[in-house]
T-cell receptor, first 114, second 115 residues
């Protein structure tokens, strides 16, 4: 069965600094990978996704992620953090053979300091 | 023009009561889901319906019963509510044929508090 591990339940960066949120997955077949963001008291919004093709994917709000099969990783980055990026971020994997259900990581809370 | 909507947004009730949460999507999707987000923010799928047919049924107590009257609606009925049912419940939808990788769109959530 597939699973997702997000290293670091809390990440704190200064405004303007690099954001790096880590995600490793476990899947016996090629996965589809997603990053979602959840602002306080709101639903989940899709940031970006990897399905096939180019391994570096760009998303909304300046975020990008790179799929590395050899490392089973899909880390999320943003070159320069903004105060509005403060939120909780969830990595998720979807595998066709398992009804395409999404399996989420435990989430990483990003704090941006001024 | 809300894509995935849920009602109510907040639900406070007593233990032992029965309650329902409604979900509607206007995206033309064929698949809908219910997720539970617990107090530690962990998200777990509960059910999924494709064209009104149940396709995913995770290990959920029988007190939870989903109902899909049509492709655009998926309701969740909970009998005999318990303290541990307190959580935020999210509805989501996707189009399995158009997007086989299953990009899901989420509703705003329903915060259920059982006293």
């Amino acid at each position: 069965a597939q699973s997702v591990t997000q290293l670091g339940s809390h990440v704190s960066v200064s405004e303007g600094a690099l954001v790096l949120l880590r995600c490793n997955y476990s899947s016996s077949v090629p996965p589809y990978l997603f990053w979602y963001v959840q602002y306080p008291n709101q639903g989940l919004q899709l940031l970006l996704k990897y399905t096939t093709g180019a391994t570096l994917v760009k998303g909304i709000n300046g975020f990008e992620a790179e799929f590395k099969k050899s490392e089973t990783s899909f880390h999320l980055t943003k070159p320069s953090a903004h105060m509005s990026d403060a939120a909780e971020y969830f990595c998720a994997v979807s595998v066709k053979e398992y009804g395409n259900k999404l399996v989420f990581g435990a989430g990483t809370i990003l704090r941006v300091k001024s | 023009d809300t894509a995935v909507s849920q009602t109510p947004k907040y639900l406070v009730t007593q233990m032992g009561n029965d309650k329902s949460i409604k979900c509607e999507q206007n995206l033309g999707h064929d698949t809908m889901y219910w997720y539970k987000q617990d107090s530690k923010k962990f998200l777990k799928i509960m059910f999924s319906y494709n064209n009104k047919e149940l396709i995913i049924n995770e290990t959920v107590p029988n007190r939870f019963s989903p109902k899909s009257p049509d492709k655009a609606h998926l309701n969740l009925h909970i009998n005999s509510l318990e303290l541990g049912d307190s959580a935020v419940y999210f509805c989501a939808s996707s189009h399995r044929e158009r997007t086989p990788y299953n990009e899901q769109f989420f509703g705003p959530g329903t915060r259920l508090t059982v006293l």
